[in-house]
């Protein structure tokens, strides 16, 4: 099972930008669909942006416009960017992959067995 480490989250004032990073380890990244998700206190996981192994991409339109993700096979590295941020992104966002042989559409019912980064915290507030 993969291991995720995520980076790049901190505070932001609303319109500003960020770029968060997901960083796996093994070999068979490339291979892998991958995840952001998002959780707000009291409110349930989001999933934000996915991407497959061959690099297509869907969001939801609660973000559509606004993020975009991407990955480096090459790095073992999915990004997401994000623009024009509100305060109601704010969130710990983490990086998921239910591993190998999966599509985009298992994205959206996301299990704890799968691998998932530690999270980090994005604030957008003034």
């Known amino acids: 099972q993969a291991q995720l480490v995520e980076s790049g989250g901190g505070l932001v004032q609303p319109g500003g930008s960020l770029r968060l990073s997901c960083q796996a380890s093994?070999?068979?990244?490339?291979?892998?669909?991958m995840g952001w998700y998002r959780q707000a206190p009291g409110k349930p996981r989001e999933l934000v942006a996915a991407?497959?192994?061959?690099?297509?991409?869907n969001y939801p339109d609660s973000v559509k416009g606004r993020f975009t993700i991407s990955r480096d096979n090459a790095k073992n590295t999915v990004y997401l960017q994000m623009n024009s941020l509100k305060p109601e992104d704010t969130a710990v966002y983490y990086c998921?992959?239910?591993?190998?042989?999966?599509?985009?559409?298992?994205?959206?019912?996301?299990?704890?067995?799968?691998?998932w980064g530690q999270g980090t915290q994005v604030t957008v507030s003034s």
């Open positions: 998921a992959t239910p591993g190998a042989g999966y599509g985009l559409r298992s994205l959206g019912s996301p299990s704890p067995t799968w691998s």
């Open positions: 093994g070999s068979r990244f490339s291979i892998y669909v």
């Open positions: 991407i497959t192994s061959g690099g297509s991409t």
